[in-house]
């Protein structure tokens, strides 16, 4: 099954800046998820790309996919403290059975 | 915004007892989804579920595991005889469809086997 990897796996910056996550997978895909989960609380949908998009925006994140490398990235514009949460990209190959990766956990300093 | 509910937010249970996950997905959703997460480790699939009954189960869905959907609202996930193994985070998950669609998914239940 895929498997979702994310680089870096922590990131810290300053409220403002930009804060860019990258995942890597290894087989064919329907489309990539990204996800957020904040301290303690349940995985909130951001974003799905599907594989003949390269490219989505939705408000402050940007995601691009390169099915050509087997790769997605996540870009947060403009962050905020209320940005500081775990990050994850999940793969679905088609049958809705989502293949997580280890997330990266950001962290916004006010 | 509706959401995913899911009871209790922890459960702590002796090994071996049979333990009951539950849930109540989004109301127009027809697909529902058991997820784990073992602390410091990835999200895993467990199952989905549509039409009731189950339409992907993953290698860890053993025989231990059972999935219902009793009535309209609920969508519990049984463990029959707990292992020490089976300690984790469960999220369970819903979807309007398949193909593309995103999940939107509960709060989780973190499952302590002593």
């Known amino acids: 099954s895929q498997q979702g990897e994310e680089d870096p796996q922590a990131l810290s910056i300053q409220e403002g800046e930009n804060a860019t996550m990258n995942c890597s997978y290894k087989?064919?895909?329907?489309?990539l998820q990204w996800y957020r989960q904040n301290s303690g609380r349940g995985l909130v949908h951001l974003i799905l790309?599907?594989?003949?998009?390269r490219e989505k925006h939705s408000g402050r994140l940007r995601v691009t996919l390169d099915t050509s490398k087997k790769s997605s990235s996540l870009l947060i514009t403009a962050s905020r403290a209320a940005d500081t949460a775990s990050y994850f990209c999940?793969?679905?190959?088609?049958?809705?059975?989502?293949?997580f990766g280890k997330g990266n956990q950001v962290v916004v300093i006010p | 915004e509706p959401e995913v509910t899911q009871t209790p937010s922890h459960q702590v249970t002796q090994m071996g007892q049979e333990v009951i996950l539950r849930c109540v997905p989004i109301?127009?959703?027809?697909?529902f989804y058991w997820y784990r997460q073992i602390l410091g480790q990835k999200v895993e699939f467990l199952v989905s579920?549509?039409?009731?009954?189950?339409?992907?189960k993953s290698e860890i869905f053993d025989d231990q595991f059972s999935v219902e959907r009793p009535d309209g609202s609920n969508f519990t996930l049984k463990i029959r005889s707990t292992k020490l193994e089976d300690s984790a985070m469960y999220f369970c998950?819903?979807?309007?469809?398949?193909?593309?669609?995103?999940?939107?998914f509960g709060d989780g239940t973190r499952l302590s086997i002593l």
């Open positions: 579920f549509y039409n009731n009954e189950i339409s992907e």
């Open positions: 790309i599907r594989s003949n998009e």
């Open positions: 109301s127009n959703h027809l697909y």
């Open positions: 087989t064919s895909i329907n489309n």
């Open positions: 998950a819903s979807s309007p469809g398949q193909g593309n669609q995103p999940q939107h």
């Open positions: 999940a793969t679905d190959d088609g049958n809705n059975r989502l293949a």
